[in-house]
């Protein structure tokens, strides 16, 4: 079954350490911004089962969603998530997102603890946070998420911990704890913010596992914890190698078997009568990208997997050898990453694959 993404990029302002695509609001360029998803929505015959407005602050266009939804067919019991900032979510755009059959809301929460929100620049308080959760939930969502970072200077497993505590009291069923990455051609690229060292960083993932599971959260992909069912469905299609349409400046597509995206512009996306998609991968699923995506999901790689690309299962034992078993986790079905593993996936994953 096929996703669908809908890029949606507009920000009140810029965050200093974001490098996802958006420009700053306008109301009329997000009217034309939504006409042109319509239009572009028409090109692909599908019934999706999952849906997912990322961005940007989709939230921000929720007086047009309800139109946008009209336009997308989907599979009974779809999942449906936008994402949403605290500082612009109030009672009138949770009704408009709940009307357009938006069933699971994502807020770019971050921190609850005000220095560390200071630091990362966002418009809103740890109260402005848990209110809009709070809000959201009477609304009639069920199914909220919150995103985390971690690894901020100056962050310590205090403030994790508190940060941890007090959106587990809230209802929300998922949590996404990212680390922090300075990404060069942002603010804090060009302000050389330097990321704490190797070890504090590795302190604060593994403690912010182990705080999350105990709050009852488990994880299921290296920065992914969700209470049992509430995995997020859109998001596992990136990590189990399936099909997924994108549609918006910035988006990426999975799709027909090609990987290709579409340029960073909002004026060439709004002006043109199909998006401009540029091939990115003529073949893309072979084993080492499967295997590579499958191995970020606690779930990890079965060896039934593996034969079906054509590499058995003794092979991956042998490679297996030459890895630290703190770093994996191995039954009679497969091969799985450890918390520890995840820290150093990108080492450990290519050990696997056997480079
Ligand atoms: S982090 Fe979110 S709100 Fe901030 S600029 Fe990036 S997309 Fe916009």
């Not at 848990?130 to 969502?141: D, N, P, R």
Request: charged share 25%; net charge negative; aromatic share 10%.
């Amino acid at each position: 079954m096929t996703g669908l993404y809908i890029h949606v990029p507009f920000c009140l302002s810029k965050c200093p350490y974001c490098d996802f695509y958006s420009v700053g609001y306008d109301a009329s360029l997000a009217e034309q911004y939504a006409a042109a998803v319509i239009r572009n929505l028409k090109h692909y015959n599908e019934a999706y089962d999952t849906v997912y407005f990322g961005g940007g602050t989709p939230v921000l266009l929720s007086d047009r969603i309800p139109e946008i939804m009209q336009n997308v067919r989907l599979q009974d019991n779809a999942e449906v998530t936008v994402e949403a900032n605290p500082c612009v979510t109030d009672e009138k755009r949770l009704y408009e997102l709940l009307s357009a059959g938006v069933n699971r809301i994502s807020f770019g929460v971050q921190s609850l603890d005000a220095d560390e929100l200071k630091f990362l620049g966002r418009r809103h308080n740890a109260e402005q946070a848990k209110t809009a959760i709070e809000l959201a939930y009477k609304a009639g969502f069920k199914n909220i998420s919150a995103d985390l970072m971690l690894g901020l200077p100056r962050q310590n497993t205090k403030t994790v911990k508190k940060s941890i505590a007090e959106l587990s009291q809230l209802p929300i069923n998922h949590i996404s704890a990212y680390l922090l990455k300075v990404e060069e051609n942002t603010p804090f690229g060009q302000m050389n913010i330097a990321v704490p060292e190797d070890e504090v960083m590795d302190e604060i993932y593994l403690f912010a596992c182990e705080e999350l599971e105990k709050n009852g959260f488990t994880q299921y992909e290296i920065s992914n914890f969700a209470k049992s069912g509430a995995e997020c469905k859109h998001n596992l299609k990136y990590w189990r190698c399936e099909e997924y349409v994108g549609i918006g400046a910035a988006a990426h597509s999975y799709y027909k078997g090609k990987r290709f995206c579409v340029d960073r512009n909002i004026h060439d996306f709004i002006f043109s009568d199909i998006q401009n998609t540029v091939v990115t991968d003529e073949a893309p699923g072979d084993f080492d990208e499967f295997a590579m995506l499958k191995l970020r999901l606690a779930e990890g790689l079965s060896f039934a997997q593996c034969e079906r690309f054509g590499t058995d299962k003794n092979t991956i034992l042998t490679r297996l050898e030459r890895i630290p078993e703190k770093y994996y986790r191995l039954d009679e079905k497969g091969v799985s990453l450890t918390k520890e593993g995840f820290l150093l996936s990108n080492a450990v994953i290519g050990k696997i694959l056997g480079y």
